[in-house]
T-cell receptor, first 110, second 112 residues
Framework: AQSVTQLDSHVSVSEGTPVLLRCNYSSSYSPSLFWYVQHPNKGLQLLLKYTSAATLVKGINGFEAEFKKSETSFHLTKPSAHMSDAAEYFCVVSDRDFIFGTGTRLQVFP | IAGITQAPTSQILAAGRRMTLRCTQDMRHNAMYWYRQDLGLGLRLIHYSNTAGTTGKGEVPDGYSVSRANTDDFPLTLASAVPSQTSVYFC???????????FGAGTRLSVL
């Protein structure tokens, strides 16, 4: 069975400081892993996707995520937050079905 | 390219009424999905369709039905709406090759 846990429901950072959004997963197989972003009153947009080609995955808007099998983690990072990064972020695990985490709301303060 | 179009964008509905949420995609994707999004619960799968003419139940199918008469359209029907169906509904599609799902902008439904 698959599951995904986003360890923080809210993260607040100052503009220009690093962002870390944490995600742990459980899967019986070699899963695909995704991060999606949802801006207020919008649909979900794909940030990045891991499918075993490389453990460090680069996405859009300067985000990247590192797959660590030993830790069953897929944390999302960005070196320097921008005000426009304020949104809800979802970690997703998939070996057949899409299983969504409960989301992390990122606030960015000026 | 429009991608996925959902209609209406929002709706207030009296309990007991029937409602159909529309979803149309122009990407010729085989698979389509309906999710509901509730605060603190993330997105939960209601129904899905792997290809035109087939449908399947997701995690929370009760009170909802779907049909897939053609590749492009995947309507979601609430036969008799209840307040617990107040939610934001997202339609998604996937071509099945890259495993990526593409989402519509959502329908915000309030059942009173």
């Amino acid at each position: 069975a698959q599951s995904v846990t986003q360890l923080d429901s809210h993260v607040s950072v100052s503009e220009g400081t690093p962002v870390l959004l944490r995600c742990n997963y459980s899967s019986s197989y070699s899963p695909s892993l995704f991060w999606y972003v949802q801006h207020p009153n919008k649909g979900l947009q794909l940030l990045l996707k891991y499918t075993s080609a490389a453990t460090l995955v680069k996405g859009i808007n300067g985000f990247e995520a590192e797959f660590k099998k030993s830790e069953t983690s897929f944390h999302l990072t960005k070196p320097s937050a921008h005000m426009s990064d304020a949104a809800e972020y979802f970690c997703v695990v998939s070996d057949r079905d899409f299983i969504f985490g409960t989301g992390t709301r990122l606030q960015v303060f000026p | 390219i429009a991608g996925i179009t959902q209609a209406p964008t929002s709706q207030i509905l009296a309990a007991g009424r029937r409602m159909t949420l529309r979803c149309t995609q122009d990407m010729r994707h085989n698979a389509m999905y309906w999710y509901r999004q509730d605060l603190g619960l993330g997105l939960r799968l209601i129904h899905y369709s792997n290809t035109a003419g087939t449908t399947g139940k997701g995690e929370v199918p009760d009170g909802y039905s779907v049909s897939r008469a053609n590749t492009d359209d995947f309507p979601l029907t609430l036969a008799s709406a209840v307040p617990s169906q107040t939610s934001v509904y997202f339609c998604a599609s996937s071509d099945g090759t890259q495993g990526i799902q593409y989402f519509g902008a959502g329908t915000r439904l309030s059942v009173l």
